[in-house]
């Protein structure tokens, strides 16, 4: 994109948050990205006609959100197993073949949003909780639209009608829906209970241990007795305790199999898999993001995509 000092000095250091915000509309890391690209190069064409009306925050949130309501008139919502259908409490239910066709929801690596400023941290993490993107991904995409840029990013109602193009009575209604529609959905908030940070690296550390020694006795002490384990692109997602052990004690768990770094996603901790290849390599296999409540693990969600681990590369770097 050609340079212009004046709107870069602007305009660049929104980056970080309008990715989120794309990410939130896209439920794509990868999507997010170019949306973000192509949002920078129209507001660089259109700068010099840019008369102030706005601050430059909320007309770049303006040209990104119409760009990325554009893209979803043609994109799919990307859902997680738990989007789909009923979990298995049962590891011995057949498991169904992988679905590459689904365009599953992706995990986002936390330095994408600027997560070397702790205010940044702060300030997105809530945003791209997994369960909050999830649980987007099941409005149309103007009720997420006015969802994050209400309820998220705190726009007053006349500010998202003007971004949106349409009236003020509009935007409340889409968003009594949009709250409606989440609340039916599930406790959401609940997702945000986690443990302070000591107890997560301690809690992370042990689920490592574990799982590379293949040890299911070792994990059932660090889950929940309601855990959930889903593994898009597998349609086949499982609850409880018993289940879940079952299932990675008997498909998963092998001594050696197994290479775990960790690493943070969607504000949550999380790891990095590879898997042995033969010949002392290791390969990337996905990413598995993590849900803590209080000292246990709520939900492993494990994303079993090998294309998922090079957005990670810079995560891998400062952990």
């Excluded at 040209?63 to 979803?72: F, K, N, R």
């Excluded at 197993?81 to 992988?98: E, M, Y």
């Excluded at 010949?279 to 939900?299: C, F, K, N, S």
Aim: aromatic share 8%.
């Amino acid at each position: 994109m050609p340079s212009n000092p004046e709107f870069t000095a602007l305009a660049e250091q929104f980056r970080p948050e309008l990715l989120a915000h794309c990410y939130r509309l896209l439920g794509s890391v990868h999507d997010a990205e170019d949306l973000v690209q192509e949002t920078y190069l129209r507001a660089w064409r259109a700068f010099n006609g840019f008369e102030g009306r706005s601050s430059v925050r909320r007309w770049l949130y303006k040209i990104a959100t119409m760009a990325c309501l554009t893209a979803l008139e043609t994109r799919s919502r990307r859902p997680l197993p738990s989007g789909l259908g009923a979990p298995s409490d049962d590891h011995r239910v057949a498991v169904a073949p992988r679905e590459p066709t689904v365009p599953w929801l992706q995990p986002a690596p936390d330095t994408r949003f600027g997560a070397g400023d702790p205010a940044a941290i702060v300030a997105t993490r809530t945003g791209v909780r997994l369960a909050f993107i999830a649980a987007l991904q099941l409005l149309s995409a103007r009720q997420r639209a006015v969802l994050t840029l209400r309820d998220v990013l705190g726009f007053r109602t006349a500010e998202v009608a003007e971004m949106l193009g349409t009236t003020t009575a509009a935007v409340d209604s889409a968003l009594r829906r949009a709250r409606a529609r989440l609340a039916d959905a599930g406790p959401v908030a609940d997702d945000l209970a986690e443990p302070d940070e000591e107890t997560q690296r301690v809690l992370l550390d042990d689920y490592v241990d574990a799982f590379t020694r293949a040890d299911p006795d070792a994990l059932v002490h660090l889950l929940r007795v309601d855990v959930e384990l889903e593994m898009p692109p597998t349609p086949t997602w499982f609850t409880g305790r018993q289940a879940v052990i079952g299932f990675l004690s008997a498909r998963v768990l092998r001594p050696g199999r197994w290479r775990m770094t960790p690493t943070r996603a969607n504000g949550q901790p999380a790891l990095v898999v590879h898997t042995h290849a033969g010949g002392g390599r290791y390969e990337p296999y996905g990413i598995q993001v993590l849900t803590l409540r209080a000292d246990h693990i709520a939900r492993i969600t494990a994303f079993n995509d090998p294309s998922l681990v090079a957005a990670f590369a810079d995560c891998l770097e400062t952990n």
